[in-house]
């Protein structure tokens, strides 16, 4: 068999309503329960678009739209007034919040000037900001870090992430999402690629995802592993849950004591399948996002496995294990 996952305590999220408002009070994004439950998406989240007239996002939104995603509208400044693939456009976040009251928004921004068009989101207290753009400066970043500390009305995913879906429900990213299938499984991951494969495996043994995170590589995400898996604990469309870490970072072991928190306060907890990329990297190399980059000082990816394992999850060496070996333990196999 394989190695087994370490984080905190999470709060009860809902299955499959609306995305619901919480109390806003200082919060800071490294627990970020206050707004767990702004992650859990279905066919009745209202999604805009900003940068919506740009062609990046005009293609996406034809797709997504056709996939059954309830877009609502988009924002171009200072073209207002007009429609756009039929829906209307708005000059500003807080135009589009007061006229469609969206649930999520998805940043179709260039990068240099992604983190201001996520701080008008948070500013508009959009409840779900989805960024995909990589490259997006550190001290822009840094700047949107502290804005989600300050309050508790919005979440971001990402950026430099592929954004979250509800198969055959709702996208807001770039997730391929022909291979989704709608199901019980959910997946929260570090790498895009990875989590396509998580996502293949599953659907190929029946099982299906019920809602997929791509919390990206970026030095600083706004949804991390652990918010991914504190929603699924206790999402009640979610029987299983996959995680898949890189080799870089301390979010691993962060995820690891949320786990084994989990599992010491829950009679019949979920079964919990990971993997850490980067196990067989060469010693001396950095390889890829930040995610994926050992700094001086960091465990790597044996020691991550190490405590996932120690706190409950099973651990796998590929992703082509993880329909096979949930499918087991959803059947009652033991880890």
């Known amino acids: ?29 490294a627990t970020g329960a206050d707004n767990i439950l702004n992650l859990a998406i279905n066919r009745n989240t209202k999604v805009i678009y900003q940068g919506f007239t740009g062609r990046a996002a005009t293609a996406n939104a034809r797709d997504t739209i056709a996939y059954g995603t309830n877009v609502v509208g988009g924002v171009a400044p200072k073209k207002g007034g007009t429609t756009h ?3 209307p456009v708005f000059n500003t976040v807080s135009e589009a919040m007061a006229s469609v009251k969206p649930d999520a928004t998805a940043v179709f921004v260039p ?16 409840p779900l900001v989805v960024a995909v753009a990589e490259h997006i400066p550190v001290h822009d970043m840094l700047r949107v870090q502290q804005l989600l500390r300050t309050q508790s009305k919005s979440r971001l995913v990402g950026p430099n992430c592929p954004g979250i879906i509800a198969p055959e429900e709702c996208r807001i990213g770039i997730m391929p999402y022909q291979q989704f299938r709608r199901g019980k499984v959910g997946i929260v991951s570090k790498s895009g690629t990875l989590s ?3 996502v ?24 991390t592993l652990r918010d991914g898996l504190e929603l699924f604990y206790e999402h009640e469309g979610t029987e299983g849950v996959i995680l898949i870490g890189e080799i870089g970072g301390m979010a691993e072991f962060h995820a690891a004591e949320s786990i ?14 990971a993997m850490v990329a980067g196990r067989t990297a060469p ?52 880890v």
């Open 200 to 223: 293949g495996a599953t659907s190929a043994e029946g099982l299906g995802q019920s809602i997929v995170v791509g919390c990206g590589g970026d030095l600083l995400p706004g949804t």
């Open 111 to 126: 990068a240099q000037r992604a983190g201001k068009a996520i701080e008008e989101a948070i500013a508009a207290e959009v």
């Open 196 to 198: 396509y494969e998580a």
């Open 85 to 87: 693939l039929d829906l």
């Open 283 to 334: 010693e001396g190399k950095t390889m890829g996002h930040a995610g994926a980059l050992l700094a001086a000082g960091d465990q790597g990816a044996e020691a991550k496995a190490k405590a996932l394992s120690e706190a409950g999850a099973l651990v796998v060496p590929h992703p082509g294990f993880f329909g096979v070996e949930m499918k087991r333990l959803l059947e009652g196999g033991k």
């Open 1 to 29: 068999m394989w190695a087994r996952t370490l984080l905190s305590a999470p709060r009860a999220v809902c299955s499959r309503g609306q995305i619901l408002p919480s109390k806003r009070r200082l919060s800071s994004q």
């Open 260 to 273: 084994r928190q989990y599992r010491e306060r829950t009679k019949n907890p979920k079964p919990i399948v």
